[in-house]
């Protein structure tokens, strides 16, 4: 997409709060149920269990007072995208649909029968393969990487697929130690093993060993991607009660939609039905009982209700065929480059566009991406895979909509190709680009594994990522942050796919580092003259150092100069003192 609400700063009031990740969770000590909220650009999710008001989750935070989910900078705001208790919207009837994919769809009259009910009944022999996932999550500790965070539970949703599969949310399962599966009306709580997930699409792939959970059980049919007015109910297990609930709406938008948890752009449904906290991974089903989606975000805002965001049946399916074609996921490619809109006729000129040839212009390109090398700032995309490009940056999507072009791209898999016309001195080029998978300077994930770290007369150096700043700054760091990691957050990219950014998280003190105390996350930029690439060749030049002085130049010229020896006979004790079992973390071992 062009402009999204991903790519700029969010605005310091409260206007709109659309929240990922909203699940009910549990902390091991009382078993309180509060929200996890990580919000990015104001997407809510709807994981496990139903997110109180804004009262109870302060009462949930004195009773808790440190939870795992909500340490991560400052308390959140209680005015902010609280959920509000609304009646379900009436499901619009399949019988009512003025327009199937553009065109009249004549239906027998409606039977003496509520239109919620002719959905429902329908969906009913399918809701037995709805199950409830209960989750142990143990978070690291980003600040102090060398710990990690007390552990909580959380509840979600999720559904059984064909090859004794569950699928779920891939939020729902984040940092998880141990996963159960509880099916509808049994009281046996089933071990489940995490065989994929999918960061970008947030989705993931369960199994459970015992064969006594898939008995009596049939797996959900998947259906085509509905078209707008068709009824949708969800289903899952939301806050307010332990049994099934069943919500009914219509389809109000299809779009490309900002991912929370993912940080991406991807296809989306909007649904007017209620999505609550622990409705996430939870089937939509239409009004023949097959799955259409998979619930996972909600918008919570002053001025709208009823706003439901569902990942539709091609993103599913891609995820499920890309874990088996490679026996994992391997992620949704990009195209990696910037553009711009050329809906200007001076600008279309100005490009030596013809009247009739439409496209968008490219701004920038991913140094590591494969097509690098073959495309170039100012050229103008005509088409991709020989699918015209408007000046808009859409391409036509069914009968009488378009969408954004990147949702071609998303159709692929990582490591196809594709076919890229594009204009280039007022003559067209084709190309076949490789695709491959976004490489950010600064992560949205770290993919479940621990933080890194590195230290040395207690100077603490980590690699910057997206769960470092929340953790550093909460969840509104994309204004609490350091402007200049900021600017690099949303606007570098990673000259190779090993690049990191560095920084001096903070200083144990000692009477070493007398003087430096007040040095927090500042951009570690050369060590000893040489520039730093990434933490791991820092902690290597820093090892393998004969010289008298280790000299480290930060940004705003700030340099650190430390005696060699002294610094590292200092670490051993500053280790000690602080409890510190290792001076670097393990994958910097290897």
Known sequence: MGETRKRGRKPKAPASTTETMDFQYTSASNATQTDYVATQNDVFSAANDSVPTAAAAAKNDANNPAPARRGRGRPRKSEVGHMEDTEPHAAASPERRPYQNGAVVLEPPPQPVAKWESVAARV?????????????????NYSLPWQRKRQYSSSSSGFIIGRKRVLTNAHSVEHYTQVKLKKRGSDTKYLATVLAIGTE??????????????????????GDLPALQDAVTVVGYPIGGDTISVTSGVVSRIEILSYVHGSTELLGLQIDAAINSGNSGGPAFNDKGNCVGIAFQSLKHEDAENIGYVIPTPVIMHFIQDYEKNGAYTGFPILGVEWQKMENPDLRLAMGMKSDQKGVRIRRIEP?????????PSDVILSFDGVKVANDGTVPFRHGERIGFSYLVSQKYTGDTALVKVLRDSKILEFDIKLATHKRLIPAHTSGTPPSYYII???????????????????????????KLLDKHLHAMAESTDEQLVVISQVLVADINIGYEDIVNTQVLAFNGKPVKNLKSLANMVDNCNDEYLRFDLEYQQIVVLHAKAAKAATLDILTTHRISSAMSDDLKT
């Open 124 to 140: 009913m022999p399918a809701m037995d393969a709805v199950v409830k996932v209960f989750c142990v999550h143990t978070e690291p």
């Open 201 to 222: 699409c947030d989705i993931a792939m369960l199994t459970v060993s015992d064969d006594e959970f898939w008995e009596g059980v049939s797996p959900v049919e998947f």
């Open 457 to 483: 007369a207690g100077f603490v150096f980590t690699a910057v990522t997206v769960p470092y700043l929340r953790s550093e700054y909460g969840k509104d760091y994309e204004f609490d942050a350091p402007v």
């Open 368 to 376: 590591t991406a494969p097509e690098s090398h073959l495309l170039k």
